[in-house]
């Protein structure tokens, strides 16, 4: 089973930079997924960015794109979303998520969630 823990949610103006982490912990298959999902107030949640155990390039939602770079460092088992250029559409719960054999924008084929870390983005 997979335990994911989220942390590096904070408050910054338009245009600051915030990097989270999510902590991976527990048995991960050897070929699974990793992705940043978030949600706005009263909006749906949207994936942000996803990475796979392949190594494959990662995926960007088009609205991050250019902006967001999540990244992996396999011996502390995190997963990192570097956020730049923040916009106050960018605010949200960013939570990670973890899904076995594929990496998708599917919220059904993810088996695990983090509780969330909030990010708020205001002047």
């Known amino acids: 089973q997979v335990n994911l823990v989220e942390s590096g949610g904070a408050s910054v103006q338009p245009g600051g930079s915030l990097r989270l982490s999510c902590q991976v912990s527990g048995y991960r298959a050897d070929t699974s997924c990793v992705s940043w999902f978030r949600q706005g107030p009263g909006e749906r949640r949207e994936g942000v960015a996803r990475?796979?155990?392949?190594?494959?390039?990662?995926n960007y939602a088009a609205s991050v794109k250019g902006r967001i770079a999540i990244s992996e460092d396999q011996d502390t088992s995190t997963v990192f979303l570097q956020m730049n250029g923040l916009k106050p559409e960018d605010a949200g719960m960013y939570y990670c998520?973890?899904?076995?054999?594929?990496?998708?924008?599917?919220?059904?084929?993810?088996?695990?969630w983090g509780q969330g870390t909030q990010v708020t983005v205001s002047s």
């Open positions: 990475i796979f155990s392949l190594g494959d390039v990662p």
């Open positions: 998520a973890y899904a076995p054999e594929a990496c998708t924008w599917v919220f059904k084929r993810y088996t695990t």
